[in-house]
């Protein structure tokens, strides 16, 4: 399939962002010569350098100037050439169901109304529909309505973004979320304090001690699921969870009918991915619905679940053309993620879930890294997306250090530096065993 059935120089819109669900887009649909176009607020964006960017466009930052931000993707809209915008961001999806309608002028719009996205986007309504339709979810209530401070809980954020549809802010403003807090057993919190700092009234969750995380993805065409895809996390950013580090992709009846209960219940349209934790009685427990492409896309891409190229078709009124097949069994890493996660194991320190021991921590990760050769930015045939995250990540790293000046960071420096060393000593043995 090629961009001649869709019209000449027919193109497509990704903004451009840190991870790399962006650039597994340039590369899914520009190997098909339908014509990338790449936006983003920062020029040193890992798409930029990707082979498959046929055109870079610098936009204003959505959280400076969200309606600056709007207008920049709606100018791209009008241009005859762009066929449909595709959302990588929470703030992204956002904007676009907004206004939905001004884009739905100039472009296809395969993405959900306003109306939709806020039940997946308000997780207090997302979690009374999952319960009504029978999945699972933790206990969940809000922070102002009290109760029992026994046991583990965590504290997260109402809403997927804090923007004037959801708290009291001003319409050219939106805010990601804080990231969620873990709370001390049989402690009250600072009720205020921690309002204060989340920016509005966030939700309190029991904590699901359980390292079986999983991901349903799907596209969905009003309702309707074109094609869903399963994997099961095996590493995050942190070792208390996060963003996908290393995943494995599966095939699980009981998950593919707990995602497919949610989005079927929401009457969702476009892609989502909705994460559930698996409980010690294996039972898929609902954590969120994430209403835009998964930052591990290009994973989900090389099983064989080509979402991006179903977005197109979609947007092309093209569902019949999807053929879909993904092969379980496979896994695959994010490399920054992977240092990321053994950095947590040296830095942070979360008092209800168990830190791993470092030595075993880096022999994981090694023997993943040989026996699941596969990786999200790194291709031989487009390099510069891989070199370009590896140096943003060292500037991420280097930067609060310089700040910070040499005092605790260099003494945890110094430590990482024994650790590392004493480890390296015994990989190797270790690896063979």
Same mark, same amino acid.
């Given at each position: 399939m090629?961009?001649t059935?869709?019209?000449?120089?027919?193109?497509?819109? *990704?903004?451009?962002?840190?991870?790399?669900?962006?650039?597994a887009?340039?590369?899914?649909?520009?190997? $098909?010569?339908?014509r990338?176009?790449a936006l983003?607020?920062?020029?040193?964006?890992?798409? +930029?350098?990707s082979n498959y960017?046929?055109?870079?466009?610098?936009? @204003?930052?959505p959280?400076e100037?969200?309606?600056? #931000?709007?207008?920049a %993707?709606?100018?791209?809209?009008?241009?005859?050439?762009? =066929?449909t915008i595709v959302?990588?961001r929470?703030?992204?999806v #956002?904007v676009?169901a907004?206004?939905?309608?001004a884009?739905?002028e100039?472009?296809?719009?395969?993405?959900?109304?306003?109306e939709t996205?806020t039940?997946?986007q308000d997780?207090?309504e997302?979690?009374?529909?999952?319960?009504r339709v029978?999945?699972?979810v933790?206990e969940t209530?809000?922070?102002e309505?009290g109760?029992?401070w026994?046991g583990?809980w /965590?504290?997260?954020s109402?809403?997927?973004?804090?923007?004037?549809?959801y708290?009291?802010?001003?319409?050219?403003?939106?805010?990601d979320?804080?990231t969620t807090k873990?709370l001390? @057993? &049989?402690? !009250?919190p600072?009720?205020?304090a921690?309002?204060a700092e989340?920016?509005?009234?966030? %939700?309190?969750?029991?904590?699901?001690?359980?390292?079986?995380e999983?991901?349903?993805?799907?596209?969905?065409d009003?309702?309707?699921?074109?094609?869903?895809f399963?994997h099961?996390?095996?590493?995050g950013y942190?070792y208390?969870g996060?963003?996908s580090?290393?995943?494995?992709?599966? $095939?699980i @009846?009981?998950?593919?009918?707990?995602?497919?209960a949610v989005?079927? =219940?929401?009457?969702?349209h476009g *892609?989502?991915?909705?994460?559930f934790l698996?409980?010690e009685?294996g039972e898929f427990?609902?954590m969120?619905?994430?209403?835009?492409f998964?930052?591990?896309?290009?994973?989900s891409v090389?099983?064989g679940a080509?979402?991006p190229?179903?977005?197109?078709?979609?947007?092309?009124?093209?569902?019949e053309? /999807?053929?879909h097949?993904?092969e379980a069994?496979?896994? &695959?890493?994010?490399?920054?993620?992977?240092?990321l996660?053994? !950095?947590?194991?040296?830095?942070?320190? /979360?008092e /209800?879930?168990? $830190?791993?021991? +470092?030595?075993d921590?880096?022999?994981?990760?090694?023997?993943?890294?040989?026996?699941?050769p596969?990786f999200?930015y %790194?291709r031989?045939?487009?390099?510069?997306?891989?070199?370009r995250?590896?140096l943003n990540?060292?500037?991420?790293?280097?930067?609060?250090?310089?700040s910070?000046?040499?005092?605790?960071k260099?003494? !945890?420096?110094?430590a990482?530096?024994r %650790?590392?060393?004493?480890t390296?000593?015994?990989? *190797? &043995?270790?690896? $063979?065993?």
């Amino acid at each position: 399939m090629t961009a001649t059935r869709w019209g000449p120089g027919r193109s497509v819109a *990704v903004p451009a962002i840190a991870p790399p669900s962006s650039v597994a887009c340039l590369r899914s649909l520009g190997r $098909r010569g339908i014509r990338t176009i790449a936006l983003s607020e920062e020029e040193s964006t890992p798409a +930029f350098r990707s082979n498959y960017c046929e055109e870079s466009v610098v936009v @204003p930052s959505p959280y400076e100037n969200l309606e600056a #931000y709007r207008d920049a %993707l709606l100018s791209i809209a009008m241009r005859p050439d762009v =066929a449909t915008i595709v959302p990588v961001r929470d703030v992204d999806v #956002y904007v676009l169901a907004r206004d939905r309608s001004a884009f739905a002028e100039h472009v296809t719009t395969p993405w959900p109304d306003l109306e939709t996205l806020t039940r997946a986007q308000d997780r207090v309504e997302l979690f009374d529909t999952a319960q009504r339709v029978g999945v699972p979810v933790p206990e969940t209530r809000l922070l102002e309505d009290g109760g029992d401070w026994e046991g583990e809980w /965590i504290v997260k954020s109402r809403y997927c973004v804090l923007a004037d549809e959801y708290v009291d802010c001003p319409s050219d403003r939106i805010v990601d979320p804080p990231t969620t807090k873990y709370l001390r @057993p &049989g402690v !009250r919190p600072d009720v205020e304090a921690l309002r204060a700092e989340m920016g509005h009234v966030p %939700l309190v969750q029991e904590y699901v001690p359980t390292p079986d995380e999983y991901g349903f993805f799907a596209v969905y065409d009003h309702g309707e699921a074109l094609a869903t895809f399963q994997h099961r996390q095996r590493r995050g950013y942190s070792y208390a969870g996060g963003p996908s580090a290393f995943r494995e992709s599966v $095939r699980i @009846p009981a998950l593919e009918e707990a995602g497919r209960a949610v989005l079927d =219940a929401i009457d969702w349209h476009g *892609v989502a991915m909705v994460e559930f934790l698996r409980d010690e009685d294996g039972e898929f427990k609902l954590m969120e619905v994430n209403p835009r492409f998964w930052s591990s896309l290009p994973f989900s891409v090389q099983t064989g679940a080509d979402f991006p190229y179903y977005y197109w078709l979609m947007a092309h009124d093209s569902p019949e053309l /999807i053929d879909h097949e993904y092969e379980a069994g496979m896994a &695959g890493h994010l490399l920054r993620g992977e240092l990321l996660y053994l !950095r947590s194991i040296l830095f942070e320190d /979360i008092e /209800i879930v168990d $830190r791993p021991d +470092f030595s075993d921590a880096l022999v994981d990760v090694a023997r993943s890294l040989y026996e699941h050769p596969r990786f999200d930015y %790194l291709r031989t045939d487009d390099l510069g997306p891989f070199v370009r995250d590896m140096l943003n990540a060292y500037d991420a790293f280097k930067a609060p250090e310089r700040s910070a000046g040499a005092g605790r960071k260099g003494t !945890r420096r110094t430590a990482a530096k024994r %650790l590392l060393e004493r480890t390296s000593h015994s990989l *190797v &043995g270790r690896l $063979r065993q």
